[in-house]
């Protein structure tokens, strides 16, 4: 265990455990960076599993990443579930020798099983602090807000008690994105029509095939109407569409590796209502069309109600999604650009810019303390 003067003398060493999906990835490191910018002298260290994308992710982002065993909670009755206890104390016992090596003085714990031996490794050894994306806690935050110096959530209601809502931590790309100076630029990486109404469509990193045989009927009809479209329909998919000659063109692509410029080119958005998604849609400020992904416990529809409250966008139903749905929504909005204007307004101020500067605060604070 360090002492109070080594976190002085040579900075503190914050471990983030935010392993498994993007969703749990990205505002872990949102939040590293953000201690970063506050304490340059500061040491991130992720956890993370072999199972994860952080091998990919973290790496690439310039962080240190230590293994540890994953620890899935079993939904069901099976074999797994007898293991558990086992394979609980034996993750335990790496993740705590993990924390020792890298002289860890606080570990930030974002959801998912990389974070559950994270939780029981730190108890009674480590601050820690807790931050739940979802609008429904999942098992292991509920599990590591009974041992956390401060709990914060990215909206109200979340289930875990004593929770400061602060968003969901971004990275700067996004919180600094200038839509406006950035739209020809955009415009152009993506070859899209510099002046039409742009629809941008996406479902996640692998696409969403409900969204995409909604869609893509519908091609011929958005050219008519001066309508051009950014679609990432996922690298397993593909996507056949009519283009119509001299009209605002419809443009399929795999996968967005830009996404600060994806959301510079649009003026509004079709998509998932994951929790990422939906806090960096809303910070941009671009209007939304949410259709949740509908399985788990319904987090997703329960992750947008906020900004469709305020009016900065609209929800669809899976089970409801059709051509015919998305005709009726659509192309009404698109070619409005008042009602446009307004919902970007909406949405934007149901947005927290600032989530990661001020998780690091408070993180920093109970390293202080």
Request: glycine share 14%; net charge positive; hydrophobic share 40%.
């Given at each position: 265990m360090r002492t109070k003067e080594d976190v002085i003398n040579q900075g503190p060493c914050v471990v983030v455990a935010g392993g498994g999906t993007a969703g749990h990835i990205e505002p872990a490191l949102a939040l590293a960076d953000a201690v970063r910018r506050a304490r340059p002298d500061a040491r991130v260290v992720a956890l993370g599993t072999p199972r994860?994308?952080?091998g990919k992710i973290v790496p690439a982002r310039g962080y240190q990443l230590e293994m540890i065993p994953p620890v899935?909670?079993?939904?069901?009755?099976?074999?797994?579930l007898l293991k558990l206890p086992l394979n609980v104390r034996?993750?335990?016992k790496q993740t705590r020798a993990v924390l020792d090596r890298v002289g860890a003085d606080v570990v930030v714990g974002f959801g998912g099983y990389v974070s559950l031996p994270a939780y029981l490794a730190a108890r009674g050894r480590l601050p820690i602090v807790v931050h739940e994306a979802n609008a429904r806690t999942g098992m292991a935050n509920k599990v590591?807000?009974?041992y956390a110096a401060r709990v914060a959530a990215a909206v109200p209601d979340s289930g875990l008690p004593n929770a400061e809502v602060?968003?969901?931590?971004?990275r700067q790309s996004i919180t600094d994105l200038d839509r406006q100076a950035l739209r020809d630029e955009a415009r152009r990486f993506f070859r899209l029509h510099p002046h039409a109404p742009t629809l941008l469509v996406f479902g996640g990193s692998q696409g969403a095939a409900s969204i995409n045989n909604a869609v893509a009927p519908l091609a011929s009809?958005?050219?008519?109407a001066g309508i051009g479209v950014l679609?990432?329909?996922g690298a397993k998919n593909t996507l056949a569409v009519q283009q119509i000659p001299g009209a605002p063109p419809y443009v399929p692509v795999p996968y967005l590796e830009r996404m600060d410029l994806a959301y510079a080119a649009a003026d509004a958005v079709l998509c998932r209502s994951g929790a990422m998604t939906v806090a960096e849609v809303s910070a941009v400020g671009l209007p939304a069309v949410y259709v949740p992904l509908p399985?788990?416990?319904?987090e997703q529809a329960f992750n947008c109600r906020p900004q469709v409250t305020a009016g900065g966008a609209i929800m669809i139903p899976d089970n409801e999604l059709s051509p015919d749905k998305l005709r009726e929504v659509l192309l009404p909005l698109l070619t409005n650009p008042r009602r446009l204007s307004a919902m970007g307004t909406a949405a934007q101020s149901t947005g927290h810019g600032s989530a990661a500067d001020v998780l690091a605060k408070m993180v920093l604070d109970v390293v202080r303390k």
């Open positions: 994860g994308l952080e899935p909670m079993p939904r069901k009755p099976t074999m797994d034996r993750a335990i590591g807000a009974r602060i968003g969901i931590p971004l009809e958005f050219a008519r679609h990432a329909h399985i788990g416990n319904g």
